[in-house]
């Protein structure tokens, strides 16, 4: 069964940072692309907000370019998101998703979903 266990939320200040951890397990194969989104409160859909291949290759959505950075270690099924310069709209509950490709196709598996609170 695989899982998906985030941390790294929170409160913090307008300006400051946090990094996010997302860690699969319960898997052999390989996990392809990850991802993080983001919820913001009253909000029903999900925000893309970055995305990293397989090759380390990132993707950022426009609204955050240039303050987060995804990054991932393989070796421990694990993808950050480090945020700083945060922002009052940054305010959201954000979850990771990973891709993994079984003989059977490819498969999403999303995170629980991890608080973070920008507020003065």
């Known amino acids: 069964q695989v899982q998906l266990v985030e941390s790294g939320g929170g409160l913090v200040q307008p300006g400051g940072s946090l990094r996010l951890s997302c860690a699969a397990s319960?898997?052999?194969?390989?996990?392809?692309?990850m991802d993080w989104y983001r919820q913001a409160p009253g909000n029903q859909r999900r925000e893309w907000v970055a995305?990293?291949?397989?090759?380390?290759?990132?993707n950022y959505a426009d609204s955050i370019k240039g303050r987060f950075t995804i990054s991932r270690d393989n070796a421990k099924n694990t993808v950050y998101l480090q945020m700083n310069s945060l922002k009052l709209e940054d305010t959201a509950t954000y979850y990771c998703?990973?891709?993994?490709?079984?003989?059977?196709?490819?498969?999403?598996?999303w995170g629980q979903g991890t608080q973070v609170t920008v507020s003065s």
């Open positions: 998703k990973v891709v993994i490709k079984t003989p059977g196709g490819g498969y999403d598996y």
């Open positions: 319960g898997t052999t194969f390989s996990i392809y692309g």
């Open positions: 995305g990293i291949t397989s090759g380390d290759r990132p």
